[in-house]
DNA sequence: ATTATCTATAGATCTATAGATAATGC
DNA sequence: ATTATCTATAGATCTATAGATAATGC
């Protein structure tokens, strides 16, 4: 039954990986630690030598999927450098992020969940935001304090949007909402 | 231990009221039907005589939130036809609204619960954003696509930048956030 | 007689822990 | 010998229901 150390590295690893999936589809409430263990193949007995607590492993998770969306959004804005806001509105409201919660935005699929978190899962999302927020304003025009700003607006308008798209049970409302916003911001 | 009908009537009402409450401060399963009960000072057994089930109670709860929440965008935009764009944002980007979720906006504190919800409780958030956006579109300027578009990219701003400065971490950033959103809408 | 509310509980789930097991790493 | 994982379970909670109670409304 015991692993290698190596293999309980990669074992803990993909705990938080199939965490940070589930907790986005299905809340922080909506999954129990039972059911996240063996979606990773393992029993939930095991599951307390890896992390302290359920919410432990939701800061690790809030950080790990706030490093990809990072790094995604630096990829993005390198390879379109002439068109920031249009790309990044463009990746993120569109109908594969808006139906796979479990692999988009940390912020738009747990915004409220984070909200009611303790500090270090706080801590996980706020870093990233940072990071996201710094990567998008650096290409904006104008002053610093004019980049920040619409830079601020811009992630409050895409987050926002996707949140409604999600939220709303009219499928044309739906796809207006997230053409909207990308309309917006591709003129902005 | 029987009360009169009317007096039920108005237990009723306020099993809603104070489940609207709880629920966007707690998340939908943050609270339990029996807290929720004792929320509306009754014991918890007494529940299913006047719900079917806890998610028919958030349906209900959905609905008389977003209510409110139309009837206060109506007035507000009533008092102030000037300046529909500035008055709303101001009025729903600040540390009040961002500190109280239990009075505030349905879609900011439960939209991704409501996205995993079944139909009945996005029918009632889907009526309530419709009419919001209605409301707001006919204050502004432009074709009628163009007031759409504009009242729906507002609205996300909104959410979105209330749903950031509530889950991060960071008080400056978070009244940044906030004020970032708010001066983007009052110069569009 | 009807019914709104109560007490009590079924049955399922949840987080977390205790102790056994068996393979790794010294 | 150490330790990663397992089985089993404690103890708390959750939604929902059954049946008793007592006041209303006929």
């Known amino acids: 039954m015991r692993v290698s150390r190596e293999q309980a590295a990669l074992n803990r690893e993909r705990i938080v990986e199939v965490a940070s999936k589930l907790f986005r589809e299905k809340g922080y409430d909506g999954i129990g630690v039972a059911d996240l263990m063996k979606g990773a193949g393992l029993t939930h007995g095991g599951f307390y030598g890896h992390f302290d607590s359920k ?5 690790e998770a809030c950080g790990k999927a706030m490093d990809y969306s990072v790094a995604q959004w630096r990829s993005r ?16 409201l569109n109908e594969t992020h808006r139906d796979s919660a479990g692999k988009g935005c940390m ?11 303790g500090e270090a899962v706080k801590n996980a999302l ?6 996201q927020l710094a990567l998008l304003a650096a290409r904006l025009p104008g002053t610093p304090q004019a980049q920040r700003q619409r830079a601020m607006a ?5 987050l926002g949007g996707l ?5 709303v049970n009219d499928p044309e409302l739906s796809k207006e909402l997230l053409e909207a916003v990308v309309s917006q911001l591709e003129q902005a």
Chains 1, 2 share one sequence.
């Open 77 to 92: 804005l390198e390879r379109h450098p002439e068109d920031p806001l249009g790309t990044m509105a463009r990746a993120y």
């Open 154 to 158: 811009a992630y409050a308008a895409m």
């Open 55 to 59: 919410e432990d492993l939701l800061a």
């Open 107 to 117: 912020v738009a699929a747990m915004g409220p969940d984070v909200a009611r978190a």
């Open 126 to 131: 706020t870093r990233g935001v940072k990071e």
């Open 163 to 167: 949140v409604m798209a999600r939220a």
